[in-house]
C-alpha cells in the first residue's frame, strides 16, 4: 500500500484519499494499485456499502506523475497499475462519490466521469491537456464525455485541453454540485452516507440500470490505452515532455 493514498473506512463508506499535497497529488504507479486494491477489496466486502474519492485542499490531483510518463517515453517499462486502475473504476458495483477542491488535471478529471455525484469548490479548474503532451484521452473519457455533454464540450475539454471552471463543469454534467471549500468534505460525507443508508441491492440495481453495460466502457479504455502507449513512446510526445519539463524548471 503507498502512504500517498490514504484508505479509511467510517462504517459503510470505504475513503480513499489522494495524499501527495508536495506533488499536488500527482499520481504514480504505486498509488494507482493501491486505489485499484481499495476498490476491488471494498466491492468484495457488503460491510461497505459507498466509496468515496478525496484530495487535498488546493489538489484533487494534477494527473498523471510526470516522471513516470518520462520513463516509459524514454524506454522504461509501462506496468499495468493503471489499467488495473481504470477496470476496477470502471467496473464498480458500489456507488462512488467524489470531491473536488483546486486542480483537478488529466485523470483527475476523467475519473469523475464514472462517479455518481461529485461536488467541487468554486475554485476548481478541470483539464485535460491528453493533447498537450501529444497523447491522448483515457478512462474511456472520449466515450463517456460526449455521452454526457455533448461533442463540442467534450472536444474542447479532451482535444482543446480548455480548462472549465466548477460552474462549467456542472453546467456540462461533469460535476453535480458546487460548494464552499469549508463545506465539501461534509456535503461529500454526508451524501455517501445517504446513500449508504438506502437498501444495498436496490441501490446497486438502480446505478446498473442508469450507467448501462460497462463492456463497451472497459473497451473503450483498452483501445485508448494501446494508442495511449503508441504516443507516449513516439518522438512527438518525447518532445513535448522534455519541452514541459524544460519550462517547468524554468519557471
Same mark, same amino acid.
Given at each position: 500500500?503507498?502512504?500517498?493514498?490514504?484508505?479509511?473506512?467510517?462504517?459503510?463508506?470505504?475513503?480513499?484519499?489522494?495524499?501527495?499535497?508536495?506533488?499536488?497529488?500527482?499520481?504514480?504507479?504505486?498509488?494507482?494499485?493501491?486505489?485499484?486494491?481499495?476498490?476491488?477489496?471494498?466491492?468484495?466486502?457488503?460491510?461497505?456499502?459507498?466509496?468515496?474519492?478525496?484530495?487535498?485542499?488546493? %489538489?484533487?490531483?494534477?494527473?498523471?506523475?510526470?516522471?513516470?510518463?518520462?520513463?516509459?517515453?524514454?524506454?522504461?517499462?509501462?506496468?499495468?497499475?493503471?489499467?488495473?486502475?481504470?477496470?476496477?473504476?470502471?467496473?464498480?458495483?458500489?456507488?462512488?462519490?467524489?470531491?473536488?477542491?483546486?486542480?483537478?488535471?488529466?485523470?483527475?478529471?476523467?475519473?469523475?466521469?464514472?462517479?455518481?455525484?461529485?461536488?467541487?469548490?468554486?475554485?476548481?479548474?478541470?483539464?485535460?491537456?491528453?493533447?498537450?503532451?501529444?497523447?491522448?484521452?483515457?478512462?474511456?473519457?472520449?466515450?463517456?464525455?460526449?455521452?454526457?455533454?455533448?461533442?463540442?464540450?467534450?472536444?474542447?475539454?479532451?482535444?482543446?485541453?480548455?480548462?472549465?471552471?466548477?460552474?462549467?463543469?456542472?453546467?456540462?454534467?461533469?460535476?453535480?454540485?458546487?460548494?464552499?471549500?469549508?463545506?465539501?468534505?461534509?456535503?461529500?460525507?454526508?451524501?455517501?452516507?445517504d446513500l449508504a443508508a438506502k437498501p444495498p441491492k436496490a441501490l446497486q440495481l438502480a446505478r446498473?440500470?442508469?450507467?448501462?453495460?460497462?463492456?463497451?466502457?472497459?473497451?473503450?479504455?483498452?483501445?485508448?490505452? %494501446?494508442?495511449?502507449?503508441?504516443?507516449?513512446?513516439?518522438?512527438?510526445?518525447?518532445?513535448?515532455?522534455?519541452?514541459?519539463?524544460?519550462?517547468?524548471?524554468?519557471?
Open positions: 500500500m503507498s502512504d500517498h493514498v490514504l484508505v479509511e473506512r467510517h462504517g459503510a463508506v470505504q475513503i480513499v484519499r489522494l495524499n501527495r499535497p508536495d506533488k499536488k497529488n500527482a499520481i504514480t504507479r504505486a498509488m494507482y494499485a493501491t486505489m485499484a486494491a481499495a476498490l476491488t477489496d471494498g466491492d468484495a466486502d457488503d460491510a461497505v456499502r459507498v466509496h468515496v474519492f478525496l484530495g487535498r485542499e488546493g %489538489a484533487f490531483s494534477s494527473g498523471n506523475d510526470l516522471q513516470d510518463f518520462l520513463a516509459v517515453a524514454t524506454g522504461g517499462e509501462h506496468g499495468g497499475e493503471v489499467f488495473d486502475f481504470l477496470k476496477a473504476l470502471a467496473s464498480a458495483k458500489k456507488p462512488i462519490v467524489s470531491g473536488v477542491d483546486g486542480l483537478a488535471i488529466g485523470i483527475g478529471t476523467t475519473i469523475h466521469l464514472h462517479c455518481d455525484l461529485t461536488f467541487a469548490t468554486p475554485g476548481s479548474l478541470f483539464r485535460t491537456p491528453f493533447v498537450d503532451l501529444a497523447l491522448v484521452p483515457e478512462a474511456a473519457s472520449s466515450l463517456l464525455a460526449p455521452q454526457i455533454m455533448g461533442h463540442q464540450r467534450a472536444f474542447a475539454l479532451l482535444g482543446m485541453g480548455e480548462g472549465f471552471s466548477a460552474e462549467q463543469a456542472r453546467d456540462a454534467g461533469l460535476i453535480w454540485k458546487v460548494v464552499e471549500a469549508g463545506e465539501l468534505e461534509d456535503a461529500v460525507l454526508r451524501s455517501a452516507r446498473k440500470l442508469v450507467k448501462g453495460p460497462r463492456e463497451p466502457v472497459i473497451e473503450r479504455i483498452k483501445e485508448e490505452g %494501446a494508442l495511449f502507449s503508441e504516443q507516449l513512446t513516439s518522438d512527438e510526445a518525447k518532445e513535448a515532455f522534455m519541452a514541459f519539463m524544460s519550462r517547468k524548471k524554468s519557471a
